[in-house]
């Protein structure tokens, strides 16, 4: 039976009844469990791969997805992520059986996205775990572990495949920013970006974290836990609230390294915490790569203990040749 829609009154009450049909409508749930085999229809229902949910969402789709581990791929194909489109919320920390969102208990219920595909052990992991494409500022990630990635790509063929390994959030040539809420990112590696690279390049790319932690994440170049990218005449201006960078590692930015040439951009964090955090150069905690313009860091209520080589509250910059370092402004 279709839906009938009565028109009671002309003029602005039938066009915001319109408009609760629509909201109501846009409010889908696709539930996912480990080892399920339904429709996605409901927890009995549920798809047992997120894989699969995200390629049946649409904007305004929530995605529940259950305690367990989850790989973007059954098979070795390293390519591979789990692409969160636009508008839509993916959440974790489920037990199975909530009907509101209100009921889960992520510390209880562990969700895990992780990268361990292929043969056992982290060669072969995935490049990125997860991908986002120009994702505007509704789309949520919320609730999980992210663990493994393995962006160690050389530079031939795809070479974003040495950046992110966590997380590729990709704004080039457009915009991407999504919010990333209540999610640990552990122990993943990339050249550029171990955990997450926010590509701003010729785009926009101002993602918020909230509630996340960074720990044990490395880049082989820089950025031990994020590489902000605002080259190429791009906006890369990230927030980070309550979060803790931890034991991250890299050359040049041991947890956030900052990269602007012609353009100025903004790193802004919010009562965070940056502690025993190592860049085999400059900035324990953050380096900023400067070109003409400036990335500005500012804080509010922030903790720096222990990174090292550098004194604490100071983001190093690339003209430490005249041995300048730009100063974290409260």
């Known amino acids: 039976m279709g839906t009938t829609f009565r028109c009671i009154r002309t003029g602005s009450l039938y066009i915001a009844m319109f408009f609760l049909a629509v909201q109501h409508a846009s409010a889908q749930i696709i539930f996912v469990k480990k080892n399920s085999n ?29 305690a367990g581990s989850y790989n973007p791929t059954a ?6 992520s789990f692409v969160i489109p636009s508008g839509v919320k993916v959440i974790g920390g489920f037990n ?54 393995n962006a160690n790509g050389e530079g031939t063929g795809n070479t974003n495949n040495s950046k992110g390994g966590g997380i590729y959030n990709n704004g080039h040539s457009g915009a991407s920013n999504p919010m990333i809420r209540n999610c640990r990112f552990v122990k993943n590696f990339g050249r550029d970006g171990g955990a997450v690279y926010n590509n701003g390049l010729n785009g926009e790319c101002s993602p918020v974290f909230e509630n996340c932690i960074f720990s044990e ?4 170049m820089d950025g031990g836990a994020i590489f902000n990218d605002s080259r190429g005449s791009g906006q890369c201006n990230p927030v980070f609230m309550h979060c803790i960078f931890k034991r991250n590692m890299g050359t040049y930015g041991g947890a956030i390294c900052q990269a602007t040439d012609d353009t100025a951009c903004a790193l802004i964090l919010e009562n965070c915490t940056f502690v025993e955090n190592v860049a085999y150069l400059r900035g324990g905690a953050i380096f900023s790569i400067a070109g003409s313009e400036n990335c500005f860091v500012k804080i ?22 005249r041995n300048e370092a730009y100063r974290i402004k409260e």
Do not use: M
């Open 217 to 220: 994440n490395e880049a082989g």
């Open 300 to 321: 509010g209520g922030s903790v720096f203990e222990a990174n090292f080589p550098d004194e604490q509250g100071r983001a190093f910059t690339n003209a430490e040749a």
């Open 75 to 80: 098979g070795a194909d390293r390519d591979i």
């Open 38 to 66: 339904g429709d996605g229809s409901s927890w009995q229902q549920s798809y047992g791969h997120l894989s699969t949910a995200l390629e049946n969402a649409r904007y305004g789709t929530q995605v529940w997805v259950a």
């Open 96 to 149: 199975g059986v909530e009907t509101n969102l209100e009921e889960r208990q992520p510390e209880r219920y562990p969700t895990t996205l992780s990268g361990e595909i292929g043969q056992t052990g982290f060669a072969d992991n995935s490049y990125h775990i997860v991908r986002f494409e120009n994702a505007d500022n509704s789309t949520l990630l919320d609730g999980f572990t992210i663990t493994g990635g």
